[in-house]
């Protein structure tokens, strides 16, 4: 079956711009996360959705990040005015969400964003 | 707080050697713990997880993983290992109690196998 899709696959964007880069989670999956994957940070958490319940936003490095998901599905991760330390590889991933349980995140192949 | 911790950067192993990749957690309560591999420009593929029941846990392409409560620890391991597995990998752990959902990964181990 299809697994999670990212695109662009890459970004090369200039200084002070703004971004877009959008998620389509497995169909079914109610939980959708994004992280952050760069050099000196490691993978970090950004934000986690799960159906309709108010997202957990604690990861979110500024207030230059949001994310958006609708219709419980395909989400959007914005970064406005861009900053040469956002370049890292994005990363969203899903799961199905049994309280209490482990569910497991399948991850995208990620967007490269590469901030000039 | 959570953590992971994952004490090598690199691991070198011949191939048909047996190969281990090390990790050691801190959480509160009982953890949620995973293993990802990450192949170059791709996203990280999920391994093994090990949520209760025993401890040895088999995974992917032929990977598995020990739990150990009193070490917290959650060593990778493979019996034989295979130029196709070089690669870096990722320990994971989700705390399984207070709600939270995301995980904290380890720094990462670049496992490098030799013909």
């Known amino acids: 079956g299809a697994g999670v899709s990212q695109s662009p696959s890459n970004k090369v964007t200039e200084k002070g711009k703004d971004v877009e880069l959008r998620c389509d989670p497995i169909?079914?999956?109610?939980?959708l996360y994004w992280y952050r994957q760069s050099l000196g940070q490691g993978l970090e958490f950004l934000i986690y959705?799960?159906?309709?319940?108010?997202?957990?936003k604690s990861g979110l490095p500024s207030d230059r990040f949001s994310a958006e998901r609708t219709g419980g599905s395909v989400s959007t991760l914005t970064i406005q005015r861009t900053q040469q330390e956002d370049s890292a590889v994005y990363l969203c991933?899903?799961?199905?969400?049994?309280?209490?349980?482990?569910?497991?995140?399948?991850f995208g192949p990620g967007t490269r964003l590469l901030v000039l | 707080a959570q953590s992971v911790a994952q004490p090598e950067d690199q691991v070198n192993v011949a191939e048909g050697n047996p190969l281990t990749v090390k990790c050691t957690y801190s959480?509160?309560?009982?953890?949620?713990l995973f293993w990802y591999v990450q192949y170059p420009n791709r996203g990280l593929q999920f391994l093994l997880k090990?949520?209760?029941?025993?401890?040895l846990v088999k995974g992917s392409y032929g990977f598995e993983a020990e739990f150990n409560k009193s070490q917290t620890s959650f060593h990778l391991k493979k019996p034989s290992a295979l130029v196709s597995d070089s690669a870096l990998y990722f320990c994971?752990?989700?705390?399984?109690?207070?709600?939270?959902?995301?995980?904290?990964f380890g720094a990462g181990t670049r496992l490098a196998v030799h013909p």
């Open positions: 991933a899903s799961s199905l969400y049994p309280r209490g349980e482990g569910e497991t995140q399948y």
């Open positions: 169909s079914g999956h109610t939980a």
């Open positions: 959705f799960q159906g309709n319940s108010a997202p957990d």
């Open positions: 959480v509160s309560g009982n953890p949620y």
């Open positions: 090990y949520i209760t029941g025993d401890n």
């Open positions: 994971a752990v989700r705390d399984r109690g207070g709600g939270y959902n995301k995980l904290i």
